[in-house]
């Protein structure tokens, strides 16, 4: 059994930051991809950032130069540090992991956490 738990969210002010964490934990074989999806009320799940597992990094075009995505292979983990967060950030955080095994590749998404940008 595989499973993603996140941790990291809360409440900032604008202009703060946050670092979100994921864990995978069970019996893992490869770690294809870890991505960081987010969705605010009203709107539909999108992509904020995703790693490889060569390391290649994809951001959404209005995080780039603010949040950094990055991994620690030997922990399973992926991190997201946002800084300079503005109130349009608010949302529901949701880690995704794509998981390589004997059967092939699955996807497997955290519980999510919510992230609230507000003075």
């Known amino acids: 059994q595989v499973q993603l738990v996140e941790s990291g969210g809360g409440l900032v002010q604008p202009g703060g930051s946050l670092r979100l964490s994921c864990a995978a934990s069970?019996?893992?074989?490869?770690?294809?991809?870890m991505g960081w999806y987010r969705q605010a009320p009203g709107k539909e799940r999108e992509l904020v950032a995703r790693?490889?597992?060569?390391?290649?990094?994809n951001y959404k075009d209005s995080v780039k130069g603010r949040f950094t995505i990055s991994k620690d292979n030997a922990k399973n983990t992926a991190y997201l540090q946002m800084n300079s967060l503005k109130p349009e950030n608010t949302a529901i955080y949701y880690c995704?992991?794509?998981?390589?095994?004997?059967?092939?590749?699955?996807?497997?998404w955290g519980q999510g956490t919510q992230v609230t940008v507000s003075s």
């Open positions: 995704n992991a794509v998981f390589g095994g004997s059967s092939g590749q699955f996807s497997l």
């Open positions: 069970g019996s893992i074989f490869s770690i294809n991809v």
């Open positions: 790693i490889f597992g060569d390391g290649i990094t």
